[in-house]
């Protein structure tokens, strides 16, 4: 089952969630995924590509500054990443959510995108296409494509 809308601002600022269980389940399995593959990452330098959207480099150009840069920020970044996926995690079920569960909702469903439109090599300018189920690479686009829908709504539900 699926709502007009996903998501919905009170007066009181809490915002109502209406998203089907198929869809929960959906968002846990995909969180429990990055949650691995952040855990599994190697040492700074050999960072999984699937990732490098979520640590972008600030010195392109100077490699010895960007392995300084990186070794200073990863363990933050990881450690804010996780935290996030906690807040989800724990508020999965909820059906009402307060505004740092929103911020960590927005930022997990965005490490998702992030991650997954990396994998899958997408741009902005790709648009669905006909759907084949059997295809697994049209069936991880779909789930890009969702998840980039999901974010827009819980932003403009935020008023972000």
Do not use: C
Not at 11 to 28: A, N, P
């Amino acid at each position: 089952m699926l709502f007009r809308y996903r998501f919905r601002q009170r007066r009181d600022g809490m915002v109502e969630v209406r998203i089907s269980d198929d869809e929960r389940r959906l968002i846990g399995d995909l969180m429990e995924q990055l949650r691995e593959l952040l855990l599994s990452t190697s040492p700074v330098g050999h960072l999984d590509p699937s990732l490098r959207r979520l640590y972008p480099a600030a010195y392109v150009e100077e490699v010895d500054y960007e392995l300084e840069y990186q070794q200073s920020k990863r363990d933050h970044l990881l450690e804010r990443r996780l935290s996030h996926l906690d807040v989800v995690d724990a508020t999965l079920s909820n059906v009402e959510l307060d505004s740092d569960s929103v911020t960590a909702w927005i930022t997990t469903i965005n490490d998702l995108r992030l991650v997954l439109g990396t994998q899958l090599d997408v741009s902005e300018d790709d648009a669905p296409g006909n759907f084949d189920p059997e295809d697994a690479q049209q069936r991880h686009q779909a789930i890009y494509h969702y998840l980039s829908h999901l974010l827009g709504e819980l932003v403009d539900a935020a008023g972000i």
